[in-house]
């Protein structure tokens, strides 16, 4: 596709489960991150991948989260035993490459909701 | 002290105001930056890249100012459209990218 791609588009879950959120990047973009924004906050990020090189966690708040990519492919985050805080848009950037430039480009994000 | 720094606002201005606004940042080794712009329950867009000499874009001009660690975004001849709220992104080296928490303009007819 001509843009970043995110499923599902919204998600409503009960506390305690675990949900699963994935990203498909632009064709060709070695670098994706995730980022979590609250309702009136601003962005917070949550991890970097950058082609085959082990991924940046720093931004994941707890045990629960968790993130995969192969190469340069899809994405999923992974939020195990949800809680209402957790409610939020979850989005998804790529971009060419990391490092100096970058521009990323953002998919239009996945709302969760935690009853 | 955070690393990007902008005035939440709102900013509240009539069409065909100008309305300009900054954005600090904490580290002198900083290297890119940008404005992005995000609609009402929509994903952030690139506006422009920040360059040193300063750019415009139309009714945009961005600047830089290194020594003061801030950069700015004027907007003139404000639009309806223009609506919405402005993040200041800061690439600080290696993968990090820094996303201020945004400036919420209104504009009114």
């Known amino acids: 596709g001509a843009g970043v791609s995110q499923s599902p588009s919204n998600k409503v879950t009960e506390k305690g489960k675990d949900v699963e959120l994935r990203c498909d990047p632009i064709?060709?973009?070695?670098?994706l991150y995730w980022y979590r924004q609250r309702l009136g906050q601003g962005l917070e990020f949550l991890i970097y991948?950058?082609?085959?090189?082990?991924?940046?966690k720093s931004g994941l708040p707890s045990d629960r989260f968790s993130a995969e990519r192969t190469g340069e492919s899809v994405s999923t985050l992974t939020i195990q035993r949800t809680q209402q805080e957790d409610s939020a848009v979850y989005l998804c950037?790529?971009?060419?490459?990391?490092?100096?430039?970058?521009?990323?480009?953002f998919g239009a994000g996945t709302r969760l909701s935690v009853l | 002290r955070k690393e990007v720094e902008q005035d939440p606002g709102p900013f509240n201005v009539p069409e065909g105001a100008t309305v300009a606004f900054n954005c600090t940042y904490s580290?002198?080794?900083?290297?890119?930056f940008f404005w992005y712009r995000q609609d009402c329950r929509k994903e952030p867009k690139l506006l422009m890249s920040?360059?040193?000499s300063g750019n415009e874009d139309g009714r945009f001009t961005a600047q830089l100012n290194r020594a003061s660690q801030y950069i700015s975004l004027l907007i003139r001849d404000s639009k309806l459209s223009d609506s919405a709220t402005y993040l200041c992104?800061?690439?600080?080296?290696?993968?990090?990218?820094?996303f201020g928490a945004g400036t919420r303009l209104f504009v009114k007819a």
């Open positions: 920040v360059y040193s």
């Open positions: 991948f950058q082609g085959n090189s082990a991924p940046d």
């Open positions: 580290n002198s080794a900083s290297q890119s």
């Open positions: 992104v800061v690439y600080t080296g290696g993968f990090k990218t820094i």
């Open positions: 064709s060709g973009h070695t670098a």
């Open positions: 950037a790529s971009s060419l490459r990391g490092g100096e430039a970058n521009i990323q480009y």
